[in-house]
């Protein structure tokens, strides 16, 4: 009862609204009659008993259209022009029923008199229900002015800029003023957009900011190219403001422009890369209805192999890593994802033979990608033995066993470490391009690599790492303030990748086209901006100095490699490097004994075999040292003579290999 009288209910509320509606109508009845004869009492009298006799039914009439227009069950404190028009038509039929009404009983009426009812009923009417939003409005400024709203700059006077800001405007929950629009466009400049004012393009955001003391920026061009949304976010990132956009077109197609699809911007918006547009028909030529085995594919790079791959129907996908946990959550996103996908989930070692070869003799894999890998430079800088293990002897083991199985493309995803390499790990990876170079000239399975930079959210990668440091409370550290890396997305580099495949014919090295380089503390100080934080104020930068191998800047090519285009504007050729590939093969036979051995000079047997491996005197000097801390320490232990492989390097090509005394359930399966 409480809430019936306090017109809290639906029903309440359409009975009052119902009572009001009778009074306005009568009263507008006799209004019109009376604006319309006023100064003619002779015309009044003789028109009001028609009009008394009428009223009645006009009522009721006009309630039944009311009812029938759904005038009564609507949410009018957030009516708009779409409320509107309902009304203006519910009243037109209310008029002209009454017109009707009136000629078929033969009541005599003025010729103006309909035309006056419609307008006052309009009016009335329009009162009555817009009233409930006026309320609202007020109820919202109320609440508001008990909280500080936020200054809001909103980027884009077209339909979504429109949206958000009515929404910012009418929503309860939504304590944000907007101050002001931004728009490219010069004819809108100085204009109103649901009164707030076009100050101008994006050369003035700055200054706005500034004279309206502006907390948030909220960038409403979803259809802007992500070389525009670069440029504006650059600017507004010189601001102190926190930064929204809304999404690209084709996420926001057949939904609705809102508040809530928001989302913070990323660093991905500030690399400003177009779309990359990859020929899937070509990819779908070697993909589709082939069975694809994919190495590491739980990492970051083979898990987004196996999830584009899985989008181009093969016939079986086989997921080959180390790490059961990654391999078993990508196993359960494609299930759920493609439930008609065969799909095969193993867990092993690149490093073991038996293993990798039996994988290539039950399956059988139309493509391989080679994703398997240790990656991270300092620590393989610590542990080189391993990063030759895995890296190297893993790929020439896989590589083998994809000849000898007769595999009809195998990729080795590759890095732009392994230019001029100045670490292990990028002198491993450049031996594991020497091997697929190799592998090419002799058997009939195309071999190719596809090298590039760095990925960003990547497991290891510097963005995951700055994030937890800012979780903890900072510093976030830098190595060197002028460092500089090229970025690219997983997905970007992935679609690549497969791309790069489908150009191949064996023994290319194509390099992906990874954009500007970016530095790396432009990044940190970008991200702390992203994350709500005021670099020098609650959060700082640490330089922490050069890692062990690590170098300023990477490159993509080297020097003699040179440069070849292909289809895709994307992605090159780097034209291989010449080398003894049988002197080559005898050296691979002593790094992987010295590798199974210990050896503390790894690194410089690699560096004969990689004459653009430079390793740096301090780190050569560092690697010294610590060998002496660990033998002081008692720490270091010798193990006995180890028994040779005898791993047929010299014998490749066309799976034609013979297995001349392996050791197979030796060190070669460690």
Known sequence: ???????????????????????????????????????????????????????????????????????????????????????????????????????????????????????????????????????????????????????????????????????????????????CVIDDNPFKKGKYIHGIKIVGGRDVIEKYAEKY???????????????????????????????KVLPGMYQLINEDISVSKLREVSIEDLLGRDTIDIDLESVGEYVH???????????????????????????????????????????????RKYPGLQLDTLIGSVRNTKRIEGVMEMYRPDVVFHAAAHKHVPLMEDSPNEAIKNNVLGTYKTARAADKFGVKKFVLISTDKAVNPTNIMGASKRLCEMIIQTFSKYSNTEYVAVRFGNVLGSN????????????????????????????????????????????????????????????????????????????????EIKYTGLRPGEKLYEELLTKEEGLKKTANDLIFIGKPLEFDEVHFLSQLRELEEAAIDESRDIKEIVSRIVPTYHIKPEDKKRDEESYEQLVSLGKASHEGPVVSTKEPFEKIGNGKHEKSNENEGGRENE
């Open 1 to 179: 009862m409480k809430n019936f009288l306090m017109f809290r209910s639906s029903r309440s509320r359409m009975i009052a609204l119902s009572i009001v509606d009778m009074i306005t109508i009568v009263l507008n009845s006799y209004l019109a009659l009376f604006l319309r004869v006023m100064d003619d009492s002779r015309e009044l009298k003789m028109y009001l008993p028609g009009i008394h006799n009428y009223v009645l039914i006009n009522v009721i009439t006009t309630l039944v259209i009311f009812v029938v227009l759904n005038l009564y069950n609507r949410v009018w404190s957030y009516a708009s022009a779409h409320e509107a028009v309902s009304i203006i038509v519910a009243c037109l039929s209310s008029t002209a029923l009454q017109a009707l009404g009136m000629n078929l009983l033969f009541i005599r009426e003025p010729r103006s008199y309909p035309i006056i009812y419609f307008m006052l009923l309009t009016m009335t009417t329009l009162i009555t229900r817009f009233s409930y939003r006026m309320l609202h409005i007020m109820e919202q400024g109320m609440a508001r002015s008990k909280s500080r709203a936020r200054n809001t700059i909103v980027i884009g006077a077209g339909e979504a800029g429109s949206m958000i800001i009515t929404e910012l405007k009418t929503s309860r929950y939504l304590n944000q003023k907007v101050v």
């Open 213 to 243: 003391n502006a907390e948030e920026i909220i960038l409403a061009i979803p259809s802007a190219s992500p070389k525009d949304t670069k440029d504006i976010l650059r600017i507004c990132n010189r601001t102190s403001c926190k930064m």
């Open 289 to 335: 209805n082939k069975r694809v085995l994919v190495t590491g594919g739980g990492g970051s790079i083979g898990s987004e192999l196996c999830r584009q791959i899985a989008a181009h129907q093969p016939r079986q996908l086989i997921i080959f890593d180390i790490y059961e946990n990654n391999a078993y959550d990508i196993q359960q996103e494609l299930k």
């Open 460 to 539: 290891g990668s510097v963005i995951p790492l700055f994030k937890k440091q800012m979780e903890e409370g900072g510093p976030v550290t830098v190595t060197h303030p002028d460092i500089i890396r090229y970025f690219m997305t997983i997905p970007e580099a992935v679609s690549l990748v497969l791309q790069a495949g489908a150009y191949a014919h064996g023994g290319e090295i194509f390099v992906l086209d990874m954009g500007e380089p970016v530095k790396i503390a432009d990044l940190a100080k970008n991200l702390i901006r992203l994350s709500g934080y005021t670099l020098g104020v609650d959060m």
